[in-house]
């Protein structure tokens, strides 16, 4: 019995030893290690009062195509018409509209995503535009930084 363990052992570490002698076998190069940044902005409305809360987060790593995310969550009891956009730092064109519809008190839009090569400082920022008796309101977000 014992020389039969003995025997397995001696097996499967030969085996093993083959497997990391052998070329192609070995483990490849480590992929760059994703990271998720988030940052969130209380909202108000024309007249300074609470409105919500506006996040947007980046998942990727430095360097390669990730994911950019935008979300709203309504704190305020009044229905709300709300258009959401993502605006990329440096880019001259307006902001990429994301979402829009209709949020109701403790509703959210939920986060939408879109796919963008991260870069490092301040990548993007979060743009919403919502309802009010003059049409409307653009407020900005905060930049979310990658670092």
């Given at each position: 019995m014992?020389?039969?363990?003995?025997?397995?052992?001696?097996g499967?570490?030969?085996?093993?030893?083959?497997?990391?002698?052998?070329?192609?076998?070995?483990?490849?190069?480590?992929?760059?290690?994703?990271?998720?940044?988030?940052?969130?902005?209380?909202?108000?409305?024309?007249?300074?009062?609470?409105?919500?809360?506006?996040?947007?987060?980046?998942?990727?790593?430095?360097?390669?195509?990730?994911?950019?995310?935008?979300?709203?969550?309504?704190?305020?009891?009044?229905?709300?018409?709300?258009?959401?956009?993502?605006?990329?730092?440096?880019?001259?064109?307006?902001?990429?509209?994301?979402?829009?519809?209709?949020?109701?008190?403790?509703?959210?839009?939920?986060?939408?995503?879109r796919?963008?090569?991260?870069?490092?400082?301040?990548?993007?920022?979060?743009?919403?535009?919502?309802?009010?008796?003059?049409?409307?309101?653009?407020?900005?977000?905060?930049?979310?930084?990658?670092?």
């Open positions: 014992r020389f039969r363990r003995t025997a397995l052992l001696l499967a570490m030969s085996a093993l030893v083959s497997t990391l002698l052998t070329p192609g076998a070995q483990a490849s190069p480590p992929s760059a290690s994703l990271t998720y940044w988030q940052k969130c902005t209380d909202m108000n409305d024309e007249a300074g009062r609470h409105m919500g809360t506006l996040c947007m987060d980046v998942k990727g790593a430095i360097g390669t195509q990730g994911v950019v995310g935008i979300g709203y969550w309504h704190a305020n009891g009044v229905q709300k018409a709300v258009d959401l956009g993502i605006t990329y730092v440096g880019n001259p064109n307006p902001p990429l509209v994301v979402y829009r519809g209709v949020v109701g008190a403790g509703g959210n839009t939920g986060t939408h995503t796919t963008s090569h991260i870069g490092s400082g301040c990548v993007a920022y979060p743009v919403m535009w919502f309802s009010s008796g003059s049409g409307m309101v653009r407020r900005n977000g905060s930049c979310v930084r990658v670092f």
